[in-house]
């Protein structure tokens, strides 16, 4: 499970501010960097995002055609 | 309250839906989608044309008459039942029922089904004419006529033999939205060689519970966006016992059954959050018992409103006391009195932590009609805006919500352009406290998903926490010397929320 309070910037980078409107900053890279789940032991999730699987679609939500 | 419902499939077993609904319907339920497979898609299409819990009682236990439904009132399914147990003895004595059973045979290797069930749509059709006397005359009713009739969503699941997959008929997506209901529920109970097949655009169409019969998968798009709950309507029958006297016909009848209801066992571990109703169905009802009695039909009735009146008032008894929006959320996620003491926890972090004075905290969260309402709050009792309701994207934490990033905004200077940086109307900036200068606000992802994402772009988003402060934007820090500690104490705080509102 990854929370997302668990990504961090690895040491040394900073925190990007960006100022979307005037009086309004967002974090732009808040959830980027390393996965840690258990202090000290970061996860590289970069390497991992390949490996899952895009979900499977099953639904197609179209309406039958009336037979004639 | 409102939500969605799923109908499960049961053959002849549909009355205790119908008390479901009821049952449901007594307790303040609303529902907006209705959707099932077989008997549940019947029950959904009755009750999205309109009929009431007590109107389709009536219909269940005192109109309906299930062997109506096949053509010769049941005789060619009851030889069919009986065929198993006559082929135990080997030798010529089986070659001769085979022969007795020629007829059978034949309708089965060439119709795939016994029954057309034309009947069943004519009673269909009968029903929303009842309810919607202009559509008359007409043989065919489609999804498309119930949406602007304003009825609820409807959607129905069947099996595709052609692409091996499940079908959903809704009046939603596709390209083909003036398709037959009528043919969609047909084709939805098509009871493996019971019914035959119905054959649309050069494919078979048979019973949805091939692929589900509880179908939890149905509203999720919804649920994603508006956030209400489903509720899932499942009856469920005693285990099967292969004690002494288990025959062939016993055998042949629990794989039917295994093959229809296995797959939803493993939907249910997969899907979560959904409302699980579970309705014991008495014994000795079975599901292609089409000679049920009117007694049976009540029996299935007072089964199926009294699990559901259980589950209402066991499970969540607080839906009943819900008044307004803010406590219909609540009564969806968990109690105030769980959340308030760590929104205090957080404003009194952020005071000691940081510069920042006189702190509140508030969490957001989506409505059901496109905007975000304040839902939990500390240190706003008092003040105008604790019941502020805003666009999904306007002032700071609407910015946080539709960039999913964490937002510092200087509210002193939101005063100066609310309408253009801000998308909030002149009455919403007035509620806001005036001693309010800064604002930080962060999104709550579902991190019920999270297994399936590694990726925050992945997760989906279900609230916005907010904290603000008397104190200027400079004089926080909050965005230099004490910035990399209230993005990560709020990224935390905000995974926290998450895990105790699901």
Not at chain 1, 27 to 45: K, L, S, T
Not at chain 2, 235 to 249: C, I, K, V
Request: hydrophobic share 40%; net charge negative; proline share 4%.
């Amino acid at each position: 499970m990854v929370n997302p309070s668990g990504i961090r910037l690895p040491d040394g980078e900073n925190l990007k501010v960006e100022v979307v409107n005037p009086g309004i900053y967002s974090i732009e890279n808040a959830y980027e960097g390393q996965f840690e789940y258990f202090d000290d032991r970061p996860i590289d999730v970069s390497t991992q995002i390949s490996e899952t699987a895009a979900p499977a679609s099953v639904l197609s939500e179209s309406a039958p055609a009336s037979r004639k | 309250m409102k939500a969605y419902a799923i109908l499960d499939g049961g053959g002849v077993k549909g009355a205790a839906l119908a008390g479901c609904l009821k049952a449901a319907e007594e307790q303040k339920i609303e529902f907006l989608g209705y959707g099932g497979t077989s008997a549940g898609s019947i029950i959904a299409f009755l009750a999205a044309v309109g009929y009431t819990g007590e109107e389709l009682h009536k219909i269940m236990t005192q109109e309906i008459q299930f062997k109506d439904f096949l053509d010769d009132s049941g005789v060619l399914l009851e030889r069919l039942k009986e065929l198993p147990g006559k082929l135990k003895n080997p030798g010529w004595k089986s070659v001769l029922v085979l022969w007795k059973h020629k007829d059978l045979i034949h309708t089965l290797t060439d119709k795939f089904g016994l029954y057309r069930a034309h009947k069943l749509q004519e009673f269909l059709l009968q029903r929303v004419v009842d309810k919607f006397p202009d559509f008359k005359g007409r043989a065919q009713i489609t999804f498309e006529d119930l949406r602007q009739k304003g009825c609820p969503l409807l959607k129905v699941v069947t099996s595709d033999l052609g692409s091996r997959i499940p079908r959903v008929y809704s009046a939603l997506g596709g390209h083909e939205f003036n398709g037959s209901a009528l043919d969609a529920v047909r084709a939805s109970m098509s009871y493996p060689f019971v019914f035959r097949p119905v054959k649309m655009n050069e494919q078979y169409l048979v019973d949805g519970g091939l692929c589900s019969n509880l179908p939890l998968f149905l509203f999720e798009q919804e649920r994603n966006k508006d956030g209400l709950p489903v509720i899932a309507f499942d009856l469920e029958s005693a285990p099967a016992s292969a004690g002494d006297g288990y025959g062939f016909r016993n055998f042949c009848g629990d794989m039917m059954s295994t093959a229809l209801e296995s797959a939803d066992h493993l939907q249910q571990r997969m899907i979560q959050g959904i409302h699980h109703v579970r309705i014991p169905i008495p014994e000795g009802i079975d599901t292609l018992d089409f000679n049920l009695t009117a007694d049976q039909c009540e029996t299935l009735f007072l089964a199926g409103h009294s699990a559901t009146h259980s589950f209402f008032s066991l499970r969540v008894p607080q839906w009943g006391q819900v008044t307004n929006q803010v406590e219909r959320l609540q009564a969806l996620h968990v109690s105030p009195k769980l959340v308030v003491p760590v929104l205090q926890a957080i404003a009194k972090e952020f005071e000691s932590e940081t510069p920042a004075q006189n702190v509140r905290c508030h969490i957001m969260l989506p409505t059901d009609h496109g905007t975000r309402i304040i839902v939990y709050q500390f240190g706003m009792d008092n003040d105008a805006d604790s019941d502020l309701e805003l666009g999904m994207d306007a002032g700071c934490s609407g910015a946080a919500w539709s960039m999913r990033k964490p937002i510092v905004a200087d509210l002193i200077e939101a005063k100066k352009n609310y309408e253009s940086a801000w998308k909030m109307s002149k009455t919403q900036q007035n509620k806001v406290r005036a001693d309010r200068q800064t604002m930080f606000s962060v999104p709550m992802f579902d991190l019920r998903t999270a297994g399936d994402a590694l990726i925050v772009d992945n997760l989906r988003e279900i609230g916005v926490l907010s904290i603000d402060t008397a104190t200027s934007l400079e004089q926080t820090q909050w965005l230099n010397e004490r910035k990399a500690y209230v993005v990560q104490k709020g990224k935390e705080w905000a995974d926290i929320l998450s895990r105790i509102l699901q």
